[in-house]
């Protein structure tokens, strides 16, 4: 709406209208609201509706809907580029959503990547697109981390995805690289009868739980001997990744069960998913990155900051030292080249 405003002369101050600035302060704040209503989970059909039954009377359609929460999309650019080097990262956290596009009849991940700080900050650092956790995708990811300036973590905890694993080892080598115990207790109780399940998963726990890594494989050692001719299927998980399962037991003792887990990602997703139940099949894949965007730097922002006192703080920092984190030169490996085809096949 366009409107001609009067130019009053001989003052000093120029002219306002009360009623036009209550206006347009109306209009900001209603233009954020709807971008909040949409983070937390309305379609933008609900929204055009509940506007309108709210006011008795037609505000917007849901195209208007679709254009005002562009400014979601403008605040992702500006987040995936940020710089990172302001952040000093203890611990790092990595794992991936899956989203149906309705445009495609087909998913798209999300993969996402969290930070505890030394200080004790939870931070949200980047999120991307992927179809898969494939090496050369993770490689591409952690590439254009370096790229803007984070440094080495301590250490970096994630599932099983080999293509991830394998990404993390070429890139940071150095770094204490830790397998998820949350599914690796999931995984293990598919493979022990019922029945066992609570004596072996006491014994599983107190081997996780151990005060020293020499400690953890003496007991760990105990349990195969003991239920290797019984389970082999579970001893044989217990061994997978042996060395990452037990590498949160290099950080001080009150933040083991921090990073022992990507609990950090499960609870951000999870209210990821809460929102998306309303739009189960996104349009496609900027749609998907505009919502899941909004949902977790919303969740974020809310995160409660760790309490790490200025002793467990040298203790990280002295870790850090001990493994020459800062020394690391960080040489990204080449992607795999693509198989040579013969003049026969050529032919």
């Known amino acids: 709406m366009r409107l001609k405003v009067p130019q009053i002369s001989g003052r000093a101050e120029p002219g306002r209208s009360a009623l036009w600035e209550g206006l347009a302060h109306t209009s ?5 609201l709807i971008v909040e209503m949409y983070a937390g989970g309305m379609s933008q059909r609900d ?16 195209s208007t809907v679709s254009e005002l929460t562009e400014t979601l999309s403008q605040e992702y650019e500006a987040f995936r580029t940020r710089d990172l080097s302001g952040y000093e990262v203890a611990y790092l956290f990595m ?25 004790g900050r939870k931070v949200l650092l980047t999120l991307s697109t992927a179809n898969s956790e494939s090496y050369e995708s993770c490689l591409e990811v952690l590439r254009d981390l370096i790229k803007r300036g984070l440094q080495t973590p301590v250490t970096i905890t994630t599932d099983g995805a080999a293509g991830l694993t394998k990404a993390i080892d070429a890139i940071w ?4 690289r830790v397998r998820c115990w949350f599914h690796k207790m999931q995984n293990l109780q598919q493979k022990v009868p019922p029945q066992a399940w609570p004596e072996f998963k006491q014994l599983v726990a107190d081997m996780r739980d151990a005060p020293t890594v020499a400690e ?8 195969v001997t003991r239920y290797q001719r019984d389970f082999p299927e579970a001893c044989r998980c217990l061994l997978d990744d042996a060395e990452a399962s037990l590498n949160h037991l290099y950080v001080p003792q009150r933040h083991q069960p921090y990073v022992r887990t990507s609990n950090l990602a499960e609870r951000a997703f999870e209210e990821e998913r809460r929102r998306t139940k309303v739009i189960p099949h996104l349009w496609d894949e900027r749609s998907v990155v505009k919502l899941v965007f909004a949902v977790l730097i ?3 922002e809310r995160w409660g900051k760790k309490g790490f006192s200025a002793f467990e703080q040298h203790q990280i ?8 984190l800062d ?17 026969a096949s050529a032919a």
């Open 95 to 119: 794992d991936a959503v899956y989203e149906p596009l309705r445009r495609w009849g087909s998913k798209t991940g999300v993969f996402c990547v969290w930070a505890i700080c030394v200080d």
């Open 327 to 343: 020394e690391q030169t960080v040489t990204t490996p080449p992607a795999s080249p693509q198989p040579r085809r013969s003049a």
């Open 317 to 324: 920092r002295n870790l850090r030292r001990r493994r020459h």
């Open 298 to 300: 919303r969740v974020s």
């Open 47 to 62: 929204i055009e509706y509940g506007l309108e039954k709210a006011l008795g009377q037609f505000v917007l359609s849901k």
């Open 173 to 176: 080598p150095k770094a204490l």
């Open 216 to 223: 953890a494989e003496r007991r760990r050692q105990l349990i």
């Open 28 to 32: 900001d704040i209603l233009k954020r």
